[in-house]
C-alpha cells in the first residue's frame, strides 16, 4: 500500500529554519509531480510550491527566495526547506505526489497525501 510520510516540523522562531522532508513507500514504481501544501485553521489548503520530475520548481509569492522544494528520485523522496520563517507561515504543512506503483502485474498512477506536520513559528 503506497504511503506518504512526513517528518520535520516543529516550533521555531521567528528568522529560524526548518527542513520538511516526504517520503514515499509501498511499492513505488515512481513519482511524478510533487506538491507541498499548507493549511490554517478555518482556511482551505493552500498550494505552497511544486516540483516535476525534470526539478521544474513554482512558489506561491509568500514564500518564494524563502522556501525551496527538492527531490530524490532515487529515494523517491521530497523536502521542504524554509528559511526566514515568519509567523504568518504557522500550519500544518502536507506532501502531495502523483505516485506510480506496482500492483501484481500491472502498474497503476494515484495521487497521494502525507499525514501532515504541525510548523508552529513564535518567539
Known amino acids: 500500500q503506497v504511503q506518504l510520510v512526513e517528518s520535520g516540523g516543529g516550533l521555531v522562531q521567528p528568522g529560524g529554519s526548518l527542513t520538511l522532508s516526504c517520503a514515499a513507500s509501498g511499492g513505488v514504481f515512481s513519482i511524478g509531480n510533487i506538491a507541498w501544501y499548507r493549511q490554517t485553521p478555518g482556511k482551505q489548503r493552500e498550494l505552497v510550491a511544486t516540483?516535476?520530475?525534470?526539478?521544474?520548481?513554482t512558489y506561491i509569492d509568500p514564500v518564494k527566495g524563502r522556501f525551496t522544494i527538492s527531490r530524490n528520485n532515487a529515494k523517491k523522496s521530497m523536502n521542504l526547506h524554509m528559511n526566514n520563517l515568519k509567523p504568518e507561515d504557522t500550519a500544518v504543512y502536507y506532501c502531495?505526489?502523483?505516485?506510480?506503483?506496482?500492483?501484481?502485474?500491472?502498474?497503476?498512477?494515484?495521487?497521494?497525501w502525507g499525514q501532515g506536520t504541525q510548523v508552529a513559528v513564535s518567539s
Open positions: 502531495n505526489a502523483d505516485i506510480t506503483y506496482f500492483i501484481v502485474f500491472d502498474k497503476r498512477r494515484g495521487t497521494y
Open positions: 516540483i516535476t520530475p525534470d526539478g521544474v520548481t
